[in-house]
T-cell receptor, first 112, second 114 residues
Framework: GDSVTQMEGPVTLSEEAFLTINCTYT??????LFWYVQYPGEGLQLLLK?????DKGSNKGFEATYRKETTSFHLEKGSVQVSDSAVYFC???????????FGTGTRLTIIP | DGGITQSPKYLFRKEGQNVTLSCEQN?????MYWYRQDPGQGLRLIYY???????QKGDIAEGYSVSREKKESFPLTVTSAQKNPTAFYLC?????????????FGPGTRLTVL
């Protein structure tokens, strides 16, 4: 079945550092890929998505590229801020499937 | 404002009692979902519904029940049969349109069973 593997956390970075959170997937067909962010005590917010190979999703300075050859969708940001501290979830929407498959989440803490 | 509301934000119940969590959306979305989140873990799907008066079990449906009598409402009942009900519960919805369409989440309800 479909699965998503995310980089183990927690991740701690200094402000203005470069961020990468790794995400790889296993799926049949051509899934869509999503990154969600969860701030403490809140629900998940859609951060970005990509629906086909080589698509790049971007939002709020975050980017992720759908790499079919490496089955990856790594999240990147060039210069993180304290306000980026949150838990980040990678998710997969399988072809012909109304459900999402989530990774376990990566907790990110940015220190000033 | 369009969105998904969950109430209450915090809920306390005694062991052995059933409890119903509310989820309402005014986005005119066809599909709705319930997830459970435990500390340090990802989301696990409890139930989902793609259309009124129809719903399917997710990965951890035992001890839970749902109804979908109206398009905008998808309440979740946590029954006394659920062994470890203390968790953060998230409701989500999405419009129809296949796997390219994202799910949108409510703010969640934190249930504590004493």
């Amino acid at each position: 079945g479909d699965s998503v593997t995310q980089m183990e956390g927690p991740v701690t970075l200094s402000e203005e550092a470069f961020l990468t959170i790794n995400c790889t997937y296993t799926a049949t067909g051509y899934p869509s890929l999503f990154w969600y962010v969860q701030y403490p005590g809140e629900g998940l917010q859609l951060l970005l998505k990509a629906t086909k190979a080589d698509d790049k999703g971007s939002n709020k300075g975050f980017e992720a590229t759908y790499r079919k050859e490496t089955t990856s969708f790594h999240l990147e940001k060039g210069s993180v801020q304290v306000s980026d501290s949150a838990v980040y979830f990678c998710a997969l929407g399988g072809f012909g499937n109304e459900k999402l498959t989530f990774g376990t989440g990566t907790r990110l803490t940015i220190i000033p | 404002d369009g969105g998904i509301t969950q109430s209450p934000k915090y809920l306390f119940r005694k062991e052995g009692q059933n409890v119903t969590l509310s989820c309402e959306q005014n986005l005119n979305h066809d599909a709705m979902y319930w997830y459970r989140q435990d500390p340090g873990q990802g989301l696990r799907l409890i139930y989902y519904s793609q259309i009124v008066n129809d719903f399917q079990k997710g990965d951890i449906a035992e001890g839970y029940s749902v109804s979908r009598e109206k398009k905008e409402s998808f309440p979740l009942t946590v029954t006394s049969a659920q062994k470890n009900p203390t968790a953060f519960y998230l409701c989500a919805s999405r419009p129809s349109g296949g796997p390219t369409v994202a799910q949108y989440f409510g703010p969640g309800t934190r249930l504590t069973v004493l």
